[in-house]
């Protein structure tokens, strides 16, 4: 059975950080792209960082460069976001996505996604 399941989401107040992990299971994230997903109340889904199946290619949208990082543990099967400086706007549920086709160019494709983990940027 194909699984993504993410953890690591909560309530964290401005400028800190929290490290979302995303378990693959059913499948190899090796020769995967892998990617993260947020959708904040109102707002459409976003996708905020993606690497490429060979790890060539990492996007990060802009509002979360230079906070954010995107990892990926092939031993573990396993993906991470690795997010500093969290900011109120970076309140949203975030979810991990992966396929073995597309490309970061067209993420919002991605055939696997997890159940999503909510994160809380407030004082």
């Known amino acids: 059975q194909v699984q993504l399941v993410e953890s690591g989401g909560g309530l964290v107040q401005p400028g800190g950080s929290l490290n979302l992990s995303c378990a693959a299971s059913?499948?190899?994230?090796?020769?995967?792209?892998i990617g993260w997903f947020r959708q904040a109340p109102g707002k459409e889904r976003e996708g905020v960082a993606c690497?490429?199946?060979?790890?060539?290619?990492?996007y990060y949208v802009d509002s979360v460069k230079g906070r954010f990082n995107i990892i990926k543990d092939n031993f573990k099967n396993a993906m991470y976001l690795q997010m500093n400086h969290l900011k109120p706007e970076d309140t949203a549920v975030y979810y991990c996505?992966?396929?073995?086709?597309?490309?970061?160019?067209?993420?919002?494709?991605?055939?696997?996604w997890g159940q999503g983990t909510a994160v809380n940027v407030s004082a």
């Open positions: 059913g499948f190899n994230l090796g020769s995967n792209a």
């Open positions: 996505a992966s396929d073995d086709f597309f490309e970061c160019g067209q993420m919002s494709k991605f055939e696997y």
């Open positions: 690497s490429g199946s060979s790890d060539s290619t990492i």
